[in-house]
């Protein structure tokens, strides 16, 4: 059985332009991911969701128009297949308890470690 070569697609939504773009790049250095761009808000992440092929977002708890949770159950009422990454700056095991029941694959604390995020993605 031969690997797959077909990278994997990752959506950042964050409400920090400079932070997802950081990130963007991050994700670019990997081979086997492909970074498909970076939203502000919670409705540009579910419509690119909904029209793009996304394997995996990264998504921020704070947007500007709605909060994560608000993404994750309207993803959920889709059925889609796009996996969920959590990314926040609160480390709260309340939180990613939470995230998890809403169904992220994984809960990433904004703490600088990238190979945390990365690690998470590959995961997912």
């Known amino acids: ?5 077909e990278r994997r697609r990752i959506l950042v939504a964050d409400n920090n332009a400079d932070l997802a773009q950081v990130l963007g790049e991050i994700i670019r250095m990997d081979a086997s991911l492909e970074f498909v761009g970076y939203v502000l808000t919670g409705a540009a992440a579910l419509k690119r969701t909904q029209t793009e092929s996304v394997d995996v977002l990264v998504l921020d708890l704070g947007l500007s128009d709605c909060h994560g ?8 009422g889709t059925a889609s297949k796009t996996k969920v990454i959590v990314h926040t700056g609160h480390a709260s095991p309340e939180l990613a308890a939470h995230a998890r029941r809403k169904g992220a694959v994984a809960y990433v604390v904004k703490d600088g470690d990238a190979a945390a995020l990365l690690a998470a993605i590959h995961a997912a």
């Open 69 to 76: 949770f608000e993404v994750l159950d309207r993803l959920q």
């Open 1 to 5: 059985m031969t690997p797959s070569l």
